[in-house]
């Protein structure tokens, strides 16, 4: 009987192996022959900059028809430290193309020039939950070692996954947002179906988290670009993969059946996109407004066309000059000259690009409430399309 035991565990521990061989070998966009621009880093994510952690909680329970408060739930919460779990500021500052959404604690960012904490990104309900959940995190672990300081504002970020999620049923928890903290981490970084994207939506497939990263030389010096997007945003009809109409070769494919709330002004297209810029490079805040403005170029490359309805925030960061954030001394910062900038500016464009194919690739088909369902990108098709434009060989 014993023996009988031991070799069922056996078995099972197998198969779970053989799985999470699967799942981490899922594919990328450069692994379907997708070319791109530009010289990624080692992993080709946004952890490519040496400090940046990333870490998700995934909820995902239920099926069938939506009851508010038990599902079923399709959402999540991502965390992104730009120098691992300790308190020290980096230089920052954010844009939004348009402003239907939500990133909170921005106007200190672009006051005081500084990103004091980590960045959270969830759905659109759920923003309240994580901002506090993050500043209690805060008490329990000294996050400001020792001080007592009167003032802190979490950067918490949303898009909208109501199309799968019970969106109303506020289901992301303090619980979950400090797994993302706990599971954040430097190295590869999971994509699609996972954290605050695991509800999303793009270009009339299913999205979610992609990553990509640029190695960028200047004057004998390199450096890295990496971009976390939380990608919900655009129509089908505009989705372009390395300059081929995709979305209009598509139209006829997997067409989901859109459903708005009762009475919503809604429209297929409008949604969210969510853009974390990080580098090494040393960038004045100023600067780096300027690395933000350059997000949506890579969006538009892809289709977005920011519409009406849809929140597209975009936040850079720049882990150089570790010392500059002093409350009591004055400092010395280095920082490029703007003639040097270009560089930097072709990098974030390239990076934003790829992230969010990158999203789409490893996004898998997802059914939500009342059997909504949001299709994956598929690769066979988008390969023969790729080969058909001469993309491709």
């Known amino acids: 009987m014993k023996n009988k035991r031991l070799k069922k565990i056996n078995f099972l521990l197998i198969i779970l192996l053989f799985c999470s061989f699967i799942y981490a070998q899922k594919p990328r966009a450069r692994d379907l022959g997708v070319p791109f621009v530009g010289t990624p880093g080692t992993f080709n994510a946004i952890t490519d900059v040496k400090g940046v952690e990333v870490g998700h ?40 193309l348009n402003g239907n959404g939500e990133m909170t604690g921005t106007t200190w960012v672009t006051e005081s020039g500084f990103l004091e904490t980590p960045i959270m990104i969830t759905n659109t309900n759920s923003v309240g939950v994580v901002r506090d959940a993050v500043l ?79 190695l960028v030389t200047i004057k004998d010096s390199t450096y890295t670009v990496g971009v976390l997007v939380q990608s919900n945003f655009g129509a089908k009809k505009n989705l372009t993969i390395s300059g081929v109409p995709v979305g209009v070769e598509l139209k006829d494919t997997l067409n989901y059946v859109y459903k708005a709330a009762p009475q919503s002004r809604r429209q297929e297209g409008d949604g969210s996109i969510i853009v974390i810029v990080a580098t090494d490079a040393p960038l004045l805040p100023h600067q780096l407004k300027r690395i933000a403005q350059r997000v949506p170029l890579g969006i538009g490359i892809v289709g977005g066309r920011g519409s009406n309805g849809s929140g597209d925030i975009f936040l850079a960061f720049s882990t150089a000059n570790e010392n500059a954030f002093d409350r009591d001394n004055t400092t010395e910062v280095k920082t490029f000259s703007n003639d040097l900038i270009t560089p930097m500016f072709e990098a974030t464009v390239q990076s934003v690009e790829e992230a969010i194919i990158n999203a789409m690739v490893a996004a898998e088909t997802m059914e939500g409430i009342n059997g909504n369902k949001a299709y994956a990108l598929p690769h066979d098709l988008l390969i023969e399309i790729l080969k058909k434009y001469k993309r491709i060989d």
Do not use: Q
């Open 57 to 96: 909680s995934t909820i995902i329970s239920g099926n069938g028809n939506n009851v508010a408060g038990e599902g079923p739930v399709r959402t999540g919460v991502t965390a992104i430290f730009p120098r691992g779990k300790r308190f020290n500021p980096v230089y920052a500052n954010w844009y939004s």
């Open 136 to 214: 209690k995190w805060y008490v329990d672990t000294d996050w400001y070692r020792g001080e007592d300081w009167w003032y802190t504002y979490p950067v918490v970020a949303e898009t909208y996954d109501g199309f799968l999620n019970d969106i109303y049923g506020f289901h992301v928890k303090e619980k979950h947002v400090r797994e993302a903290i706990n599971n954040s981490s430097s190295g590869e970084v999971v994509e699609g179906n996972v954290g605050g994207g695991t509800g999303m939506m793009c270009l009339g497939f299913k999205g979610g988290i992609g990553t990509s990263s640029r």
